[in-house]
């Protein structure tokens, strides 16, 4: 596995804002409101000939002890104890507080690796600000600004002389053995956090029953029957309209598309005591448009009072308003109690096998025999539609290409019935299927 690097500190010290100079690019949330980082969000950076992770946590308030707050210390101190190295970030413009002091305290009873960053310091005329921290009683500091990048070098190569040596095992897309990486994604308050936490088996996200608690997207790398993967925690998706552009809600919303583009699969969780509502509809679509794999979770099953029948009505109504997506596993879970958790797993490893399969070009053109002779295809203007073969032109999601005398001809309705018979055909449940048709005369066609 990468090192790893810990970023703590005082809410709005800006914690978020070196990270992302650290990594290279603007990932976690950064506005000028306290505490809007409240779980742990991780990125890779790279100084020195060296690979490491950094992992930003939400504001240090070493004397919470309930609520919001005192979970975001705990995540700080989860990542602490996690780390190889620990960064702490302090204010120059705000000077030195007594909340540094006891931060520093702590760390030095926690961890014997510790680097100690004055922040906000733009240029010269804050340089003198920097000598009220030597009170805390280290060895050294060092003079930044995240915003600016001023000083950041130095930092980085005190934290590489302190890093472990790297190991070979780290979690990377390698040939024969890449990294599934699927997304939990949903309305707000329907329990992905709940649902990530039973994954992982540890109280990696923040649980709060406060809606829209996780803001940031958060990846968590982890291995399972001997596989990697990596688990993107999401924000709720709300409408659009509804957020208010430059809120950290709005950045929220941004940052699970961008985690939709980064995922292979997606998981949506649906609530079990509303029922499928227009915003899941366009969540689902919005993943099935990017070719993601999909499963549905219907969470909170415990909560719901049953017969026997109850899932299959419940499916069936699942499948009416989300009817594009008919193809996508559903199971039913409670992430509150456990319940069915364990077969979420296995259903991520299948729909990911079926988003990468490959179809070979005979067993393709056999297939394609087998649908024209079912179901001719139709005479448009006079004109037999002629299929002549099909051949895969890619995988993730799998793509096939039917040479044909007239793309336009094809039908809707045609289309359709051939993506049916081709799902009946091949093992691709949980995988979009692309059709795409392109146009090839023969010769009787050219005579």
């Not at 890093?163 to 095992?169: N, Q």
């Not at 719901?304 to 308003?321: G, I, Y």
């Amino acid at each position: 596995m990468n090192s790893l690097v810990a970023i703590v500190g005082r809410p709005n010290v800006g914690k978020s804002s070196l990270f992302n100079r650290l990594i290279g690019h603007r990932h976690a949330i950064v506005l000028d409101t306290p505490g809007v980082t409240r779980d742990r969000n991780y990125g890779e950076a790279r100084w020195g000939g060296r690979t490491f992770s950094v992992v930003d946590t939400g504001g240090f308030e070493p004397t919470a002890v309930e609520g919001v707050i005192a979970q975001m210390r705990e995540q700080a101190m989860l990542a602490i104890e996690s780390a190889d190295v620990v960064l702490l970030i302090v204010d120059a413009r705000e000077g030195l507080v007594e909340a540094d002091r006891e931060v520093v305290q702590l760390l030095r009873r926690a961890h014997e690796k510790v680097v100690y960053a004055v922040n906000k310091v733009d240029g010269e005329k804050q340089e003198e600000l920097v000598t009220d921290f030597y009170e805390l009683g280290v060895d050294r500091l060092h003079a930044v600004s995240a915003e600016h990048g001023r000083g950041v070098g130095r930092l980085l190569d005190h934290i590489v002389t302190l890093l472990p040596g790297c190991e070979d095992d780290d979690l990377v897309d390698k040939p024969g053995h890449e990294v599934t990486r699927f997304a939990i994604i949903g309305r707000p308050n329907v329990g992905k956090s709940t649902l990530s936490n039973r994954l992982l088996g540890e109280e990696r996200m923040i649980v709060h029953e406060v809606p829209g608690t996780t803001r940031d997207a958060i990846d968590a790398n982890f291995t399972w029957q001997g596989a990697p993967y990596t688990l993107i925690d999401t924000a709720g998706l709300r409408r659009k309209r509804g957020i208010s552009r430059g809120t950290s809600e709005s950045f929220s919303v941004l940052r699970t598309l961008k985690a939709l583009d980064r995922c292979d699969v997606a998981v949506l969780v649906l609530d079990a005591t509303e029922g499928p509502t227009d915003q899941d509809a366009r969540v689902l679509g919005l993943a099935a448009d990017k070719g993601r794999g999909l499963v549905l979770v219907i969470n909170k099953w415990d909560a719901v009072d049953k017969d026997p029948k109850s899932a299959q009505r419940f499916t069936d109504d699942v499948r009416l308003k989300l009817p594009f997506a008919n193809y996508a596993p559903v199971l039913y879970i409670s992430g509150k109690t456990g319940q069915r958790v364990n077969r979420l797993m296995p259903l991520v490893a299948q729909v990911r096998a079926a988003h990468q399969s490959r179809v070979g070009t005979g067993e393709l053109n056999r297939w394609l025999e087998v649908c024209t002779q079912k179901h001719q295809p139709p005479v448009v203007k006079n004109r037999r539609l002629k299929l002549y073969y099909a051949t895969q032109a890619r995988t993730a999601p799998p793509t096939i290409v039917i040479s044909c005398n007239d793309p336009e001809s094809v039908h809707f309705s045609y289309e359709r019935f051939l993506l049916n018979q081709f799902r009946e055909s091949f093992p691709v449940e949980g995988t979009p299927v692309r059709l795409f048709f392109r146009g090839k005369k023969d010769r009787h066609d050219e005579e």
